[in-house]
């Protein structure tokens, strides 16, 4: 009977080896979308929401595995009167689901944990209810993609212990052309191994994905108060419709966008009311907040978001609260609320050069808020004109990252005492200017007005 040489055996083995080494590395590369929109599997997914007279941030917990339980932190910067947060996580493609809740205390700022559980990757939806009003959150729960170099590694590895495996057992069967086989193969897998991972500094990264092309029009927006005229001292709620500028259908592809679907700027005519908030999504395209009338007058309205394939979009609207203008003649067209006084370089600003402007908050442990140390507002006194500008160096930190994944965090309290904003100013005018910042989970906001120079006006 014709026997296969030794040499001839090994040589088969070795080949087969190989075949299953090079199957690892094709198995363990297909893996999971690791980005979406130019969020980083390893970042946290942030939702603001101005909801049941509260303004919390919905932070889910960056992955590292599904199935696998969902941290959700639930970050209370104004409480209000408290009460139950209910939450539940739905899996778009095959509906499944978990719940969890938590309780905001009155007057109690500051993180609130809970936990759900993901049964798979892919797009989901986040339900937030908090005092009889209901949000749906739309995102995708990515997980890290392992860098190719380490599937090689740890495929090498495993291959190496097969090999093993097999040396020692056709070594005990007496089988030397056989184990020799093993050996070499175990041999050619370690060195294989160790050299990829000694050479892993220097391999280059996977690509990044290109950047999106815009491709859909802007959002049609239409800015509406129920009821129209809202009484003094009444609820009213502002609701923001959005439609495609090409169908007419709803615009329902916003995406986080500084850790929110949409931030929305009230503010009354004259400067005296201001907020900041950030509405909730109540149905395909609509997002709707509820605030109070406390001052009579005209108020404009700015919403801020980013639709996917569109960029970047700033609208706009107005109503009215009636009442008579009960102000001083004398009194600022900004209400004060705290004794910080901004500081701007150069003391007179001329419209379209850059100045500086520092604030001295006198608290060295500032957390961030919509992952900045602080946000500065300004509108000028036509309301023709709304900007927002992040404070420089947490903005400086949360591009560091080119994948954005190390955001700053709410958890840490790591700036203050001096926060400091560069922009210009565009036109010549009065300008009012709100800046916000986050002290023990709580919002700060420091009002200013500045009068802003034309170029050569000698001033």
């Known amino acids: 009977m014709w026997r296969r040489r030794p040499g001839s055996y090994a040589r088969a083995v070795i080949n087969r080896l190989t075949s299953v080494l090079l199957a690892l590395v094709a198995v363990l590369a297909w893996a999971s979308p690791a980005a979406a929109h130019g969020l980083d599997a390893e970042a946290d997914v942030r939702f603001a929401q101005t909801i049941g007279g509260m303004e919390l941030t919905v932070v889910v917990r960056a992955s590292i595995r599904v199935p696998a339980p969902l941290q959700v932190d639930v970050v209370a910067h104004d409480p209000g009167k408290g009460g139950p947060v209910e939450l539940a996580v739905r899996s778009v493609e095959d509906g499944g689901s978990s719940t969890a809740s938590v309780r905001i205390e009155a007057g109690r700022p500051g993180m609130y944990p809970a936990v759900l559980r993901a049964g798979q990757v892919g797009p989901h939806e986040l339900e937030v209810r908090a005092g009889g009003e209901r949000s749906v959150l739309p995102f995708n729960l990515l997980v890290p993609r392992t860098p190719r170099w380490e599937v090689v590694v740890y495929a090498a590895f495993a291959c190496g212990a ?35 991972g000694a050479l892993s500094p220097w ?21 509406e108060v129920s009821p129209e005229r809202p009484p003094i001292r009444s609820d009213y709620r502002l609701r923001v419709t959005l ?35 950030h509405p909730i999504r109540t149905a395909p395209g609509v997002y709707e907040v509820r605030l109070r009338a406390e001052r009579p007058g005209r108020h404009l309205v700015y919403v801020e978001f980013e639709r996917t394939g569109a960029g970047g979009q700033l609208v706009s609207g107005a109503f ?18 705290t004794g910080a006084v901004p500081v701007i370089e150069p003391a007179r ?10 604030l001295d908050t006198g608290a060295t442990a500032l957390r961030p808020w919509l ?16 900007g927002h500008v992040h404070e420089a160096r947490s903005m ?7 994948t954005a994944a190390r955001a700053p965090d709410e958890s840490v309290a790591r700036y203050g005492p001096r926060l400091e904003f560069v922009f210009s100013f565009p036109r010549p005018g009065r300008y009012l200017v709100w800046i916000q910042y986050a002290q023990d989970y709580r919002i700060v906001t420091v009002p200013h007005v500045v009068e802003v120079a034309e170029e050569g006006s000698g001033r």
Do not use: K
């Open 162 to 196: 097969v090999a093993l495996l097999g040396a020692l057992a056709s070594a005990a069967l007496r089988r030397r052309g056989t184990a020799a086989g093993f050996a070499g193969t175990f041999a050619v897998a370690i060195v294989v191994a160790f050299t990829t």
């Open 203 to 223: 391999i280059a990264p996977e690509e990044a994905p290109a950047p999106e092309t815009l491709t859909r029009p802007n959002a049609q927006p239409l800015v």
């Open 243 to 277: 439609f495609d500028g090409s169908t007419g259908a709803p615009a329902d592809d916003l995406v986080e966008h500084h850790a929110a679907l949409a931030h929305l700027v009230v503010t009354g005519d004259d400067g005296r009311f201001f907020r900041h908030v």
């Open 320 to 337: 009215t609260v009636p009442g008579p203008d009960e102000r001083d003649p004398g009194e600022s067209p900004v209400t004060v609320t």
């Open 349 to 358: 600003p001329v419209a379209g050069r850059p100045v500086r402007l520092t």
């Open 371 to 386: 992952g900045m140390a602080g946000h500065l507002i300004l509108r000028s006194r036509d309301g023709g004109y709304l």
């Open 396 to 402: 400086a930190d949360a591009t560091a990252d080119a």
